[in-house]
């Protein structure tokens, strides 16, 4: 894919009213929105810039919200770090939350940095139909600007059930402090915003890579319809993405992720996060989020394979649990490939053996600057969901082919359930380790109305055995943890400020 290229003008009019008369003044010497978009390379560099938020959702906060939530992952104390901060709220469910709204950084910043796509792609789809310029390209840029519109509010109703809803251009504050959407109404529209982004997006056969296709609305569609129960519609859309985008398996679960220069965009993947190692501006540091520490120079080395690897202290997150590498069956080739071991030398624990997410260590030259991609849908996601959606059809016989290419890749055996229920279950089971790390957990636990009876579970085992969930001996969780098991994130308490509706 180009360099997504973010100019420092284009925030300026990302709120910027494109309505005029005939009596509007429009500075010629001064940039604006009126004067910006008057050809097509203008529109593809909004549109560039209305996917550069995407880096920072995914390097920074979504992971902490979709997967630290859940079950999946827990914080690694170090009891000389300090004080417990806004991530281990959000890991032992003990987000302080009244009257429906949050101080916590994390929710805040998640949620301004989804508004910030909204607020680009609907200056360029406020403006695009007034310019002329090649339909083709026109109709794939629209697209792309409808999808990653949908695609932020699919984030946003999934994180808080209701939010406010702008479709064009903001012009005031006045105009910003809009009434919540229902869920209902987020939801209709996304779908409208997708269905209409596969029509006008390219095949991946014919789209540049990196940007998103015909198959990455399809994908988002077959997801908004599992959640609503719409199995026909999720079985339709998702086995038109198998019939005719072109995806398939990496044979090898491992090449399934990029590495930091290379296999990006490849066969499996159907949207990924784009990221270059260097000083251009493009980079993540994810494995440096989310190692295990405090850990020496020599410990982290053979992890990043950087020739000027440093030490790391602090209080890292984003840890395996036992419960999901309990999860992997005998014989799964994803739990090496997914699941590392590291020993920290200077770790309090009489245990100093940590896991870490493997799948996304990959080796890079620089050290706290890597570039390999994060994965948002891959195809073996799509053949779950069209398993999910027959099968809760009472299609069960021919959901399990589906399932069954996940779990061959895997070298595991093919499923052995026959019934709706068993079937539901090793959907569920193969959805937690296919996709272990790529920020699903918590969104399935709740879709599934799972959340709370697995979280009390899981929350009871912390609290019992703090010592298997990476805390030093003599450390416990706090007091208020596992208390908060709402299926929605509080909104934001800094933007209820500016806001009469939250």
């Given at each position: 894919?180009?360099?997504?290229?973010?100019?420092?003008?284009?925030?300026?009019?990302?709120?910027?009213?494109?309505?005029?008369?005939?009596?509007?003044?429009?500075?010629?010497?001064?940039?604006?929105?009126?004067?910006?978009?008057?050809?097509?390379?203008?529109?593809?560099?909004?549109?560039?810039?209305?996917?550069?938020?995407?880096?920072?959702?995914?390097?920074?906060?979504?992971?902490?919200?979709?997967?630290?939530?859940?079950?999946?992952?827990?914080?690694?104390?170090?009891?000389?770090?300090?004080?417990?901060?806004?991530?281990?709220?959000?890991?032992?469910?003990?987000?302080?939350?009244?009257?429906?709204?949050?101080?916590?950084?994390?929710?805040?910043?998640?949620?301004?940095?989804?508004?910030?796509?909204?607020?680009?792609?609907?200056?360029?789809?406020?403006?695009?139909?007034?310019?002329?310029?090649?339909?083709?390209?026109?109709?794939?840029?629209?697209?792309?600007?409808?999808?990653?519109?949908?695609?932020?509010?699919?984030?946003?109703?999934?994180?808080?059930?209701?939010?406010?809803?702008?479709?064009?251009?903001?012009?005031?504050?006045?105009?910003?402090?809009?009434?919540?959407?229902?869920?209902?109404?987020?939801?209709?529209?996304?779908?409208?915003?997708?269905?209409?982004?596969?029509?006008?997006?390219?095949?991946?056969?014919?789209?540049?890579?990196?940007?998103?296709?015909?198959?990455?609305?399809?994908?988002?569609?077959?997801?908004?319809?599992?959640?609503?129960?719409?199995?026909?519609?999720?079985?339709?859309?998702?086995?038109?993405?198998?019939?005719?985008?072109?995806?398939?398996?990496?044979?090898?679960?491992?090449?399934?992720?990029?590495?930091?220069?290379?296999?990006?965009?490849?066969?499996?993947?159907?949207?990924?996060?784009?990221?270059?190692?260097?000083?251009?501006?493009?980079?993540?540091?994810?494995?440096?989020?989310?190692?295990?520490?405090?850990?020496?120079?020599?410990?982290?080395?053979?992890?990043?394979?950087?020739?000027?690897?440093?030490?790391?202290?602090?209080?890292?997150?984003?840890?395996?649990?036992?419960?999901?590498?309990?999860?992997?069956?005998?014989?799964?080739?994803?739990?090496?490939?997914?699941?590392?071991?590291?020993?920290?030398?200077?770790?309090?624990?009489?245990?100093?053996?940590?896991?870490?997410?493997?799948?996304?260590?990959?080796?890079?030259?620089?050290?706290?600057?890597?570039?390999?991609?994060?994965?948002?849908?891959?195809?073996?996601?799509?053949?779950?969901?069209?398993?999910?959606?027959?099968?809760?059809?009472?299609?069960?016989?021919?959901?399990?082919?589906?399932?069954?290419?996940?779990?061959?890749?895997?070298?595991?055996?093919?499923?052995?359930?026959?019934?709706?229920?068993?079937?539901?279950?090793?959907?569920?089971?193969?959805?937690?380790?296919?996709?272990?790390?790529?920020?699903?957990?918590?969104?399935?636990?709740?879709?599934?109305?799972?959340?709370?009876?697995?979280?009390?579970?899981?929350?009871?085992?912390?609290?019992?055995?703090?010592?298997?969930?990476?805390?030093?001996?003599?450390?416990?969780?706090?007091?208020?943890?596992?208390?908060?098991?709402?299926?929605?994130?509080?909104?934001?308490?800094?933007?209820s400020a500016l806001t009469p509706h939250f």
């Amino acid at each position: 894919m180009k360099k997504i290229i973010i100019s420092a003008f284009l925030l300026s009019f990302g709120l910027a009213s494109c309505k005029e008369s005939f009596l509007t003044v429009v500075p010629e010497t001064a940039l604006s929105s009126a004067t910006f978009f008057s050809k097509e390379a203008d529109f593809v560099q909004a549109v560039n810039a209305a996917y550069v938020p995407l880096r920072a959702i995914y390097n920074d906060r979504h992971w902490i919200l979709a997967e630290m939530h859940s079950d999946n992952t827990y914080y690694a104390r170090n009891i000389l770090f300090g004080a417990v901060d806004g991530t281990e709220n959000v890991a032992d469910f003990a987000i302080p939350t009244a009257s429906g709204v949050t101080a916590n950084d994390n929710v805040l910043q998640h949620y301004r940095l989804d508004y910030q796509i909204i607020a680009r792609t609907n200056q360029v789809l406020a403006l695009i139909d007034k310019v002329d310029f090649n339909a083709d390209s026109k109709n794939n840029l629209k697209g792309q600007a409808l999808y990653l519109r949908a695609f932020a509010y699919f984030q946003l109703v999934q994180l808080f059930g209701k939010v406010p809803m702008h479709l064009t251009p903001v012009a005031t504050r006045e105009e910003a402090a809009s009434p919540l959407a229902t869920t209902e109404q987020l939801y209709a529209q996304i779908e409208k915003d997708a269905l209409e982004a596969s029509k006008l997006l390219f095949n991946k056969s014919k789209q540049e890579a990196g940007r998103v296709t015909s198959g990455t609305a399809k994908t988002l569609l077959a997801n908004l319809y599992l959640i609503q129960k719409k199995w026909s519609n999720a079985e339709a859309v998702a086995k038109d993405v198998v019939t005719n985008d072109g995806y398939k398996l990496m044979p090898d679960y491992n090449d399934a992720f990029t590495t930091t220069t290379g296999n990006k965009n490849n066969a499996e993947s159907v949207f990924e996060v784009q990221y270059m190692e260097g000083s251009a501006g493009y980079n993540g540091n994810f494995i440096y989020r989310i190692v295990p520490t405090p850990i020496t120079a020599a410990e982290l080395q053979p992890i990043t394979g950087t020739s000027n690897p440093q030490s790391l202290s602090g209080e890292n997150n984003n840890i395996p649990t036992p419960d999901v590498i309990a999860a992997y069956e005998a014989g799964d080739k994803r739990k090496d490939i997914s699941i590392g071991y590291v020993t920290l030398s200077q770790s309090l624990r009489d245990n100093k053996v940590y896991p870490y997410i493997k799948k996304f260590a990959r080796a890079h030259s620089l050290h706290n600057n890597t570039g390999q991609n994060i994965p948002v849908y891959r195809y073996s996601e799509v053949l779950l969901f069209l398993a999910e959606a027959l099968n809760e059809q009472g299609k069960t016989a021919e959901a399990a082919p589906y399932l069954n290419q996940v779990r061959t890749r895997a070298g595991l055996a093919a499923t052995t359930a026959t019934s709706q229920a068993d079937m539901r279950e090793a959907i569920f089971k193969e959805r937690r380790v296919e996709l272990a790390f790529e920020n699903k957990r918590w969104f399935d636990l709740v879709r599934t109305g799972r959340a709370k009876a697995v979280i009390t579970a899981y929350g009871a085992k912390v609290k019992a055995n703090p010592q298997d969930y990476y805390f030093p001996k003599g450390a416990v969780p706090p007091p208020n943890a596992f208390t908060v098991l709402d299926d929605y994130y509080g909104l934001p308490a800094v933007e209820s400020a500016l806001t009469p509706h939250f």
